[in-house]
């Protein structure tokens, strides 16, 4: 991949205060849970040993879904990477609450993550759930659902993992639905549209996009196995 592609941001930095709880669990427990974006490939065995499934969720935004999956699934390892402060401070304060075991962050572009610390062919399932749509045309080339890094997602996939996409924005899902499609190796879980799993929690997201009556898409699709 380019330089150049790297450069492409799929997010802003929101400027955005931080609780005062917040701020103490991301001063307290940054150490603890935050793993330093260090380029160097993750050795999963060591971050969760025993675990059955390896799961990395990209954009967690404030984390309660995360939250969730973690606590509903202590057998799980999972990796939330996020780029937004409040968000990592919101999870650290919810791993400390809920004395969760099974949940690391790393605070960084995903993108740059997927590239240079995740091994190939050892990912069980990526969530993405309620990716910034990118609505204007001019913005479509930072919507992270793109050719290039579905690439780097089924790189990093076991032979029939899963990425699992959500959103709440029919173009949107109708370009994730063609760009997976289109993959090599992918294949479609179901018909077209996906049944929600029952590990899939609402998020904070979806709750906006189901107020504004948007209908909610959900999309899995898996790598093949040769
Ligand atoms: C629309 S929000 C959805 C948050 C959450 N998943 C939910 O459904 O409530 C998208 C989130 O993805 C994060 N994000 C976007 N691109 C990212 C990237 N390349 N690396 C890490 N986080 C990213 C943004 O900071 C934002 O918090």
Known sequence: MSDNFRRIRSYVIRVARMSESQKKA??????????????????????????????VEIGFGMGDA?????????????????????????LLWWIDQEK??????????AVEVLFDMIPAESVDGFHIWFPD????????????????????????????????VATDWEPYAE????????????????????QKPDYRPDTKFENRGIVAERTIRD????????
């Open 26 to 55: 991301y001063s307290e427990l940054y150490p603890n849970w935050v793993i330093p974006f260090d380029g160097a490939q993750l050795d999963w065995d060591d971050l969760f040993p025993g675990a059955v499934k390896r799961i």
């Open 219 to 226: 999309i899995i699709f898996e790598k093949e196995k040769i």
């Open 175 to 194: 370009h994730i639905l063609s760009v997976f499609r289109n993959a090599d190796g992918l294949k479609n879980r179901f018909a077209e549209w996906a």
């Open 133 to 164: 749509p990118w609505p204007k045309k001019r913005h479509h080339k930072r919507r992270l659902i793109q050719p290039e890094i579905v690439e780097m997602l089924k790189r990093a996939l076991k032979p029939g993992a899963y990425i699992h």
């Open 66 to 90: 995360t939250r969730q999956v973690a606590a509903e699934n202590p057998d799980w390892g999972i990796l939330g990477i996020e780029v937004h402060k409040p968000g990592v401070g919101k």
């Open 100 to 109: 969760l075991g099974n949940l690391y962050i790393i605070e960084h572009d």
